[in-house]
C-alpha cells in the first residue's frame, strides 16, 4: 500500500506544483496601468518634460512634445475601449481630447513658426547651447560669444528692415514673436546663472555680448511692437484696453473642445432669451418697489444701501452665515463640518481691484472694497457696486456651496481629473447654478433681494454677449463697457474693471461665457435627474463633486450610467427654454 501511493502522491504534488507557478507568472503579466494610474502617469510625463525643455516657444520643445502626444495616443489606441466602464470611458475620452487638442496647438505653433521664420530664426542657436547646459557640457566659450554678436547683428538688421519697409502684423503674430524673443532671454539667463562666477573665460568671452544682446532682444521687440495693423481691433479705442481677440476659428475650436454643441450666434441668442426673462423679473420687482417701470431708479435706491468703510467683512459673514442656513434648511447638499471650518478672509488691494471690482472666492474669500488710496469717485463707485443686496446674490457662488466646497472637494475625490479635464463651464457653472437656483428656491425675501439677484444675473447674460462680439472682431472694449453700464446697469469703474478681467487677465476667450452657459447646463441637469424624481437634490449635488472637474457633458454620461461612444462626438443640446 505505502509503495503504491507514494508516486500518486508525488505525481499529484507535481501537477498541483506546476499549476502554482503557472497562476503566479499569469499573475504577475503586466496589463499596463489604469486609465487613472495613464492619467497620473500623462500629467507627470509632461511636468518632466516642460520641466528640462522649459522654453517653451523653442523648436525642440515643439518637437519633443509633439513626439510625446504621439506616444500616449499610441497607448490609449491600444485599450480595450468596450471593456471599459463608463467612469473609464470617460477619462478615455478626456485624455483624448486632451491629448489631440494640446498637439493640435502645437501644429498651428509650428505653422506660425514657419511664416514669422525670417524674423526669429536668427536666434536658433541659443536653443543648442542650452540644451549643451542642461547637462553641464563645456562651452565652446569663443563660437558661443561668436554666436551671440552674430544674432545681436541679425536682429539690429531686422530692426531696421522694419522701419524701412513698415510691414504689418496681426496681434496674434506680434505676440507669437514677443514670445520667441522672451524665450531667447530665459536661454541667456539660463546659462548666465550656470556659468557666471564659475568659469572665468565664460565671463571673459560672454559676458559682454550677453548684455548686447539682452539690450538688443529688448529693443527688436519694442519695435516689432510698432508694427501692429491699424485695423480697428488693433486700435485703443479710448479704453487704455488691448486684448487679443480669439476670432471665430479659435471660439469654434475650443467650444468643441469644451463641449458645447452651439455656434457662437446661438449662444448669443440663448444669452438674449434669458436677458429677456430677466426684464420681465426686473419691472415686476421695480414696481413692488414703487418705481413702476423704471428699474434704473429701482436700482439706484439698491446701490444707495452700501455699509460704510471697514464694515464689509462683518456684512459677508451675516450673509454666509444667511446662505448657509438656507442651503441646510432646504437639505440641498451635504456639506462637511471641515469646509465650514476652514474658509477665511482678505481684502483686495487697490490695484487688485482694477480687475477684480467685485469680491472672489475659494478657500479665501477676497473681499473688494474702497481702501483709502482710491480717489472719492472710486471709492463710491467701489461702495454702490457691492452693497448689501448685490452681494448676498452671490455670497454662495464663492464660498459654500460654490467655489470654496467646490475646491474642498476637488482635492478628496477622483483628483486624476482635477488638473488636466477642468473646464470653466464646469467650475464657474456650478457656483452660478446655485444663484439659479436658490432664486428659484425663494432665498431672495425682499424685492431688494430680488432686484440684487436679477442684477448677477443680468451680467452673466451680459457676459456671454460682450465677450463673444469681441472676440468675433464685432465689438471694441469701449463698446463692451457701454453695454455694461447702459444694459446691466454697472458703475462705470466697475464695468472697465470687468471688460480689463477680461480681455487682459489671463482668462480664455470663453471664461466669461462660461459662467451662465454652465450654470444652464447643471440647471438642465437638475431637471432630468431631481424635477424628474430619479435622485434627490442632496444626492445629485453630492453625486456631481464627486466626479471632479470635467465637461459636463461627460458628467451627464457618468450620472445615467450610460456608456460613452468610442467615436464620441458633443451632441447634447441642453438649453430648452
Not at 53 to 65: C, D, F, G, Q, T
Not at 97 to 119: C, F, N, V
Not at 182 to 193: D, F, I, R, T, Y
Amino acid at each position: 500500500m505505502k509503495q503504491y501511493y507514494v508516486p500518486l502522491i508525488l505525481s499529484i504534488y507535481i501537477l498541483l506544483s506546476c499549476q502554482t507557478v503557472a497562476s503566479a507568472q499569469e499573475s504577475t503579466i503586466d496589463h499596463g496601468p489604469s486609465m487613472v494610474e495613464l492619467i497620473q502617469h500623462f500629467r507627470e510625463d509632461r511636468g518632466a518634460l516642460h520641466r528640462y525643455y522649459h522654453i517653451e516657444a523653442s523648436p525642440v520643445h515643439r518637437k519633443r512634445l509633439i513626439r510625446f502626444y504621439e506616444n500616449y495616443r499610441e497607448r490609449l489606441e491600444e485599450i480595450h475601449y468596450a471593456e471599459l466602464s463608463v467612469s473609464d470611458q470617460v477619462d478615455f475620452q478626456l485624455l483624448m481630447r486632451e491629448i489631440t487638442d494640446k498637439d493640435s496647438q502645437l501644429k498651428e505653433e509650428m505653422g506660425l513658426y514657419a511664416q514669422l521664420r525670417s524674423w526669429i530664426q536668427a536666434g536658433d542657436p541659443l536653443y543648442r547651447y542650452e540644451t549643451l547646459r542642461r547637462r553641464g557640457h563645456e562651452l565652446n566659450r569663443e563660437a558661443f560669444a561668436s554666436d551671440l554678436y552674430q544674432i545681436s547683428q541679425a536682429y539690429q538688421d531686422h530692426m531696421q528692415q522694419l522701419k524701412k519697409e513698415k510691414p504689418t502684423f496681426t496681434k496674434q503674430e506680434i505676440n507669437y514673436v514677443s514670445q520667441v524673443l522672451k524665450g531667447h532671454q530665459e536661454v541667456l539667463k539660463s546659462l548666465n546663472q550656470f556659468y557666471q562666477g564659475y568659469d572665468p573665460d565664460y565671463d571673459w568671452w560672454v559676458k559682454e555680448p550677453a548684455q548686447r544682446l539682452k539690450s538688443v532682444i529688448e529693443n527688436y521687440d519694442k519695435v516689432f511692437r510698432t508694427r501692429l495693423d491699424s485695423s480697428r481691433m488693433n486700435v485703443d479705442d479710448g479704453s487704455g484696453i488691448t486684448g487679443v481677440p480669439a476670432g471665430r476659428t479659435e471660439i469654434i475650436r475650443q467650444l468643441e473642445r469644451d463641449m458645447i454643441p452651439y455656434s457662437p450666434e446661438e449662444l448669443i441668442e440663448i444669452a438674449q432669451k434669458e436677458f429677456a426673462w430677466c426684464d420681465q423679473e426686473l419691472l415686476k420687482v421695480s414696481q413692488e418697489m414703487g418705481f413702476g417701470t423704471d428699474w434704473k431708479a429701482a436700482q439706484e435706491k439698491v446701490k444707495q444701501s452700501y455699509v460704510p468703510p471697514g464694515e464689509q467683512p462683518a456684512l459677508m459673514l451675516r450673509l454666509y452665515q444667511e446662505s448657509v442656513d438656507f442651503i441646510k434648511d432646504h437639505d440641498l447638499i451635504s456639506i462637511p463640518p471641515l469646509a465650514e471650518e476652514t474658509w477665511r478672509m482678505n481684502m483686495l488691494s487697490a490695484r487688485r481691484q482694477l480687475i477684480s471690482p467685485f469680491f472672489l472666492g475659494g478657500e479665501s474669500l477676497l473681499i473688494s472694497y474702497p481702501t483709502q488710496e482710491m480717489d472719492h469717485d472710486q471709492k463710491m463707485m467701489s461702495m454702490r457696486g457691492n452693497n448689501p443686496h448685490f452681494a448676498r446674490a452671490v455670497v454662495h457662488h464663492e464660498i459654500i456651496p460654490g467655489h470654496h466646497l467646490q475646491q474642498f472637494m476637488n482635492r478628496r475625490y477622483k483628483i486624476h481629473r482635477r488638473y488636466l479635464f477642468g473646464t470653466p463651464f464646469w467650475t464657474e457653472g456650478w457656483s452660478l447654478y446655485w444663484e439659479l437656483l436658490l432664486y428659484e428656491k425663494g432665498f431672495a425675501k425682499t424685492p431688494e433681494d430680488k432686484l440684487g439677484m436679477l442684477f448677477w444675473r443680468m451680467h452673466r447674460c451680459a457676459r456671454i454677449i460682450f465677450s463673444l462680439k469681441y472676440h468675433l472682431e464685432e465689438w471694441t472694449p469701449q463698446e463692451c463697457i457701454d453695454f455694461l453700464v447702459d444694459r446691466v446697469g454697472h458703475e462705470r469703474a466697475n464695468a472697465e474693471a470687468e471688460v480689463r478681467r477680461s480681455f487682459t487677465g489671463g482668462y480664455p476667450p470663453l471664461y466669461q461665457l462660461a459662467y451662465m452657459t454652465g450654470g444652464l447646463q447643471f440647471y438642465q441637469l437638475k431637471r432630468e435627474l431631481v424635477d424628474s424624481g430619479k435622485m434627490s437634490y442632496r444626492e445629485f449635488h453630492d453625486a456631481v463633486l464627486r466626479e471632479n472637474a470635467i465637461p459636463l457633458e461627460m458628467l451627464r454620461y457618468i450620472l445615467f450610467g450610460k456608456f460613452v461612444p468610442e467615436e464620441f462626438t458633443t451632441t447634447w443640446r441642453f438649453y430648452n427654454k
